[in-house]
């Protein structure tokens, strides 16, 4: 990032087409800055022009006039209090007249002329009677240093002309993609621009008036109009340069805005580079002049003593206009604060927010904090490490099932929300799908910081306007959006001396292993954050995941493990605990009770809480859960409950949750019959059962509903175990479980022996799956009687969909899959699937997309073909397979227009269409006549455009989810595969871009390019954070090690550099070779590097030494590419002929020579077997060959010139050759 200490000139732009003419100008583009002004909402753009640092700054989209602009220029003096000279460069309109013939595409550049100012805000005076209008503000002058440069140009332009002309064909030249709006409307001979140098009128608003521009041109000489100076100039004495794209009339002219700005911008690259540095050093800051009053000549006291009119009215119109700037900053707080209210309302982000997951929400409202006088020494140590500036940003609570985590981490957050130090807070917690995954992880936190950090608010807010779909993207974009930026932002300059603490319980709860990886990496990033302090409590269990984490971050965290505090603290704090809980107990129900029924005062005793005690150590859990037991008023008397937890025969040589539990769950049974009471177990694994495999909580009378049961009988079964599930009063509200470790009770198979009310979790997901089925055929065409097929989604209001879609159906809609991955056999379900998909597929579709889970479409079905992979009949693949390209290629459709399911996307769809087929009886009889279309689905998944130049590389992420390309255009873009979305572009390089590769775990990629230079790029925040430089000509290939430690690049200069990536530093460089480097491979376990060269050969080196050890030879022409096999056993190579050759390491023998594509091979690489390999070729087609048969297995005709196939082509081959095994 760069320093905004070092910008001395700033240059100010009112429209999007001057900041595009004015970046194009640069000679060198700089990285964005450290950090700005707090309240600094300004775009911009840094570089270097000549030898002078230019920060560009533009007004906000839509935004036109004075006020806009001295806005504008405020905000860069407090983000770069060192600049010294401004411009102000864009756009006007011309004012011809017999005395200037001022022409479109001509630059008229602000100069004073016969004692009139360089200004003239036309707007800003008063009608005397019978005189002429007479000006009221004084409006400063260009610093001395440009009006001296504009001298010595203007001299230089009239003895030698200029070459600003020349200079728009470079840059467009350059950037073809500006051609079509920059370029000039209508070439001729003489194109050169010509310069008028003169007045420039300004005010707020548009001059389209004729007659009033003919006067002012008349009479003042004015040469152009514009809306935005006047306001700059007595806060940012700046330069005004206009280039003239129409003639101040009602014509307005946006064909020449382009080209008029490109000239105002060539007409200021040019003056900069006739001003010495050292004479903008000279200068004073803008900024200190501000400061120092010294920003309006003439309003000293003697104006306000003074007889002469103008003066005195100059002096009042400067306490006017410091009046308006007062008003104007009141406006802008009034709009921070409802900046803040819009986040907080912001509709796109409370659909992404995981309900009850905050510390207050409803859901943890009765959920238990820590009692005063228990945890004391834990808590405080929390409480220094927190406030501590030199302690480690992350603190782990590690503890087993039932310890008090969380309301260890429920206290915390309390205590820190009193403080004001809570950033945000999240608990996981399985079978809650929202908390029970990382999906809603970060939306969720954003909420929270809006809410309790009103300084981040704002960013928070500009980050979901300037990309809407943040909340759909990848866990690390979301939390570089959502959360490290706009901390970020408030950093830069804040006075804010507290910690934000940032609180995440139960990582073990989170439902994808790698996710919890992921988290707690990014997580260890808020270490590196200054001056604000960003620190993270995480808890969790032992688990593997979660340590393997830890061990990723080695020396970043401190932890503390739950279950080996000394018992004797454990044991003070479960005795106060209990003591306060039983004492509760004993006053609420000696209340509700006769005298004589009462509770002894000292019941129960110290000698019964002494053996709860024992039996609790260290186990929370079972202290609450004894509690809830003994003052459930249903199940008895408190000390009747208390003799049966007691008792040494319930308890015996049982496990800590085996007491916990079993005394509660035996109420169920309590003096029933045999036959009775394996009826109501029975009853109990079929509603309890289903409560604790369930992906997310239902109510009772939804869960009632879903498995065809009485309500009733749901309620009754659940009246008796409030101790163990949070059961509102409400039927209508979810059930919860109080702890997991009552699910993992249930489920242990180790238990079974001796829990008579243990669950096969297989079969109750099986029998979830069966229910989800049978509510799932309530479905139908057009459920929500919308009729007309083109209404969008988002015009069919909220509770006619929830009452067509019921909470059971959705769920069922969303999670019957999910139950059949979990289930026993899923093959048992086999028919009743394909019968649902026949009959109800376009049904669950639009019902899906009804209740705007479209988007799940994909992952559902790809999860029932690797289900039904092996076990499920042929019809079922077919169907699923193209049912799955249906929702790939219509996903957009779907999800806006649900009811075009049965009509437009049908329609269109290929003849041999499974769906099609299925429902051809669906389509619109009022669609006459139907287009002609193709009898399959193409081979293309996805197209993605968006270069404006030839494509060099391609390569895809290791998790597939990622496709870089390099081009021409001199970008890479990120792609997410799943929708051909480009979420980056990557801009830095000064040539085209050769070769893109992406490390083993996708947060880096490596680009090198003709401008000598390799970069690694974060694909989390799109900056360059290592620039590699070292080679003395054009870099043509890249590539990670496998560990992603090492880059190798290779070159035209006839050596390959092997780079450290941490620190970007060459470590060594392979040298001795008369003939430049083509292409480069790693093995994957980083030993081996294959390097393929312009001299007809390939040589495999060892990392480690440095050494070549083979050499091989064959080929007739130049190595295009080269790659190692999965097991370092093979190399494959293709030469500029149409050959591919597969060559031995170990002999440096070639054992197989492939033969068949009609163009040059471009590429080849490897899947994991190494059994086959593809290649791509100008012949425009991607070819799989069996290595053992020497014989072309699969052709794909792409229709397009492949330039790269990527390193890790596991997509390609998972998507086209699955019948050939895992790839």
Not at 952 to 981: C, M, N, P, Q
């Amino acid at each position: 990032m760069s320093n905004p200490r070092n910008y001395n000139v700033g240059w100010i732009c009112a429209i999007s087409p001057e900041y595009v003419a004015a970046q194009a100008f640069l000679d060198e583009r700089h990285d964005g800055p450290e950090y700005v002004s707090a309240h600094d909402g300004n775009h911009y753009t840094l570089g270097k022009v000549g030898k002078h640092n230019v920060v560009i700054a533009v007004l906000p989209d839509g935004e036109y006039g004075i006020s806009s602009a001295a806005g504008v220029a405020k905000d860069m003096l407090h983000s770069f209090p060192n600049v010294k000279i401004g411009l102000m460069v864009g756009i006007g309109g011309g004012a011809p007249s017999r005395k200037h013939d001022i022409r479109l595409g001509d630059i008229v550049v602000g100069t004073s002329r016969d004692g009139r100012g360089a200004l003239f805000q036309y707007d800003f005076g008063k009608a005397v009677q019978g005189q002429d209008f007479q000006e009221t503000a004084l409006l400063n002058q260009p610093p001395a240093v440009l009006r001296t440069a504009v001298s010595g140009l203007k001299a230089q332009y009239e003895a030698e002309g200029h070459r600003l002309g020349e200079f728009i064909d470079e840059v467009l030249e350059m950037k073809p993609r500006l051609r079509k709006k920059y370029k000039r409307p209508d070439p001729k001979d003489d194109d050169n621009p010509a310069i008028h140098y003169g007045p420039i009128a300004s005010a707020n608003t548009l001059m389209k008036d004729a007659i009033a521009r003919d006067t002012y041109a008349a009479t003042r000489d004015i040469l152009c109009f514009e809306m935005e100076a006047a306001g700059l100039v007595n806060h940012f004495p700046c330069l005004v340069i206009r280039g003239v794209c129409d003639y101040s009339d009602t014509h307005k002219n946006k064909k020449w805005q382009g080209y008029a700005a490109m000239a105002a911008a060539a007409y200021a690259k040019d003056l900069l580079y006739q001003i010495p540095p050292n004479k903008v050093e000279a200068e004073e800051r803008i900024g200190k002049l501000l400061d120092s009053g010294q920003t309006w000549p003439g309003f000293r006291s003697s104006a306000y003593e003074s007889s002469d009119i103008s003066l005195v009215a100059a002096a009042v119109s400067h306490v006017g206009e410091v009046v308006t700037n007062i008003q104007s900053t009141t406006t802008n707080l009034s709009n921070r604060v409802h900046d803040v209210h819009a986040v907080l309302l912001d509709a796109r982000l409370e659909r992404e927010i995981a309900a009850g997951a905050s510390f207050d929400s409803r859901a943890e409202e009765h959920n238990p904090r820590c009692l005063q006088d228990t945890r004391v020494e834990l808590l405080q140590d929390i409480s220094l490490w927190a406030n501590d500036p030199g302690s480690e940003a992350i603190f782990w609570l590690n503890g087993m099932a039932g310890t008090g985590k969380s309301t260890v981490s429920r206290t915390l957050a309390q205590s820190l929300a009193s403080q004001n130090q809570l950033g945000a807070s999240f608990f996981f917690k399985r079978g809650e799908a929202d908390r029970g995954s990382m999906s809603k992880l970060f939306p969720t936190m954003a909420a929270d910081l809006t809410r309790r950090q009103p300084a981040i608010a704002h960013h928070i807010k500009s980050a979901i306007d300037s990309d809407p779909t943040i909340l759909g993207k990848t866990m690390r974009e979301q939390f570089d959006k959502l959360i490290w930026d706009p901390i970020l932002m408030i950093s830069r300059g804040s006075q804010i001396t507290e910690p934000i603490i940032i609180i995440v319980d139960a990582l073990d709860e989170c439902d994808r292993e790698d996710d919890v990886r992921l988290m707690i990496r990014l997580f260890s990033r808020a270490g590196t954050l200054q001056p604000v302090q960003l620190k993270i409590f995480l808890t969790s269990r032992p688990d593997m995941p979660v340590r393997l984490g830890f061990k990723d971050i080695d020396g970043k965290f401190r932890a503390t493990i739950l279950h080996e505090i000394p018992e004797a603290v454990v044991e003070r704090d479960i005795r106060v605990f209990l003591e306060h809980e039983l004492a509760r107990i004993r006053n609420d129900y000696n209340s509700l009770v006769e005298k004589d029924q009462q509770l002894a005062a000292d019941w129960p005793g110290s000698s019964d809480v002494n053996t709860l005690v024992r039996m609790a150590i260290p186990l929370f859990i079972f202290a609450a859960t004894a509690c809830r037991f003994l003052a459930d008023e249903r199940l008895g008397t408190p000390k009747k409950q208390l003799e049966q937890l007691l008792d040494p025969g319930s308890a015996g040589n049982v496990s800590q949750l085996t007491a916990t539990y079993l005394p509660v769950l035996n109420k169920q049974i309590a003096g029933l019959s045999a036959n009775q009471s394996m009826e109501k177990i029975q009853e109990f694994r079929n509603i309890v059962g289903s409560v604790i495999i369930l992906a997310s909580p239902l109510s009772a009378s939804c869960l009632a509903r879903i498995l065809d049961v009485s309500e009733d009988i749901v309620e009754g079964r659940l009246r008796l175990l409030h101790s163990v599930l949070s059961v509102p009063l409400s039927a209508e509200e979810p059930v919860r479980l109080f702890h997991l470790s009552f699910r993992d009770f249930l489920l242990d198979p180790d238990l079974r022996a001796q829990n008579i009310f243990w669950i096969e979790g297989k079969d109750a997901h099986q029998m979830m799956a069966a229910h989800c089925l049978r509510v799932l055929e309530h479905l139908r065409q057009d459920i929500c009687g919308i009729k007309a097929p083109g209404t969008p989604r988002s015009a069919v209001d909220k509770h006619r969909i929830r009452t067509a879609i019921p909470q059971e159906v959705q769920y069922a809609c969303l999670y019957w899959v999910y139950h059949l991955q979990n289930g026993l056999a899923p093959a048992r379900h086999c028919d009743q699937v394909i019968s649902f998909m026949e009959r109800h597929f376009l049904h669950w579709i639009e019902s899906l997309s009804l209740i705007g889970r479209s988007g799940e479409s994909v992952n559902l079905i790809e999860a029932l073909q690797l289900l039904y992979k092996d076990e499920g009949p042929k019809l079922l693949s077919e169907f699923l397979n193209d049912a799955l390209r249906f929702v790939q290629s219509y996903g957009p459709a779907i999800d806006n227009t649900p009811l075009q399911v049965y009509s437009s996307l049908l329609v269109f769809s290929p003849r041999g269409s499974k769906v099609r087929n299925t429902f051809m009886s669906k389509i619109p009889r009022w669609i006459s006549l139907r287009p002609n279309v193709n009898d399959d689905w193409s081979q293309c998944l996805q197209t993605l455009e968006g270069h404006i130049g030839y494509v060099t590389s391609v390569t895809f992420s290791h998790d597939s989810a990622l496709v870089a390309s390099g081009s021409y255009d001199k970008t890479i873009r990120i792609w997410r595969t799943a929708t051909g979305e480009c979420v980056k572009t990557l801009e830095g390089h000064g040539y085209w871009v050769t070769s893109v590769a992406f490390s083993h775990d996708s947060a880096l990629v490596a680009s090198s390019s003709y401008d000598k230079m390799i970069r690694v790029w974060s694909i989390a925040t799109g900056k360059c954070i290592k620039t590699l430089e070292g080679h003395d000509e054009s870099v043509t290939s890249v590539a990670f090690s496998h560990d992603s430690a090492l880059v190798a690049s290779g070159s035209y200069d006839k050596t390959i550099r092997i780079w450290r990536t941490a620190v970007g530093k060459s470590i060594e460089t392979l040298e001795g070779h008369n003939k430049s480097v083509t292409s480069i491979a790693f093995s994957h376990d980083s030993a081996l590097m294959a390097l393929g060269w312009w001299d007809k050969t390939i040589r495999v080196w060892r990392t480690d030494t440095s050494e070549c050890v083979q050499t091989l030879k064959g080929h007739k022409s130049a190595t295009k590419s080269v790659a190692i096999s999965h097991d370092s056993t093979l190399v494959a190579s293709a030469s500029d002929g149409n050959m591919i050759r597969v060559w031995s390491i170990d002999t440096g023998k070639c054992v197989q020579t492939l033969e068949g594509h009609g163009g040059e091979v471009t590429s080849v690489a490897f899947p994991q077997d190494s059994a086959l390999v593809a290649s791509s070729s100008y012949d425009r087609t991607i070819r799989v060959w069996s290595i053992a048969m020497g014989e072309c297995v699969e052709t794909l005709d792409v229709g397009f010139v492949p330039s790269r196939i990527s390193a890790d082509p596991s997509m390609l081959f998972r998507q086209i050759f699955s019948h050939w095994g895992d790839c």
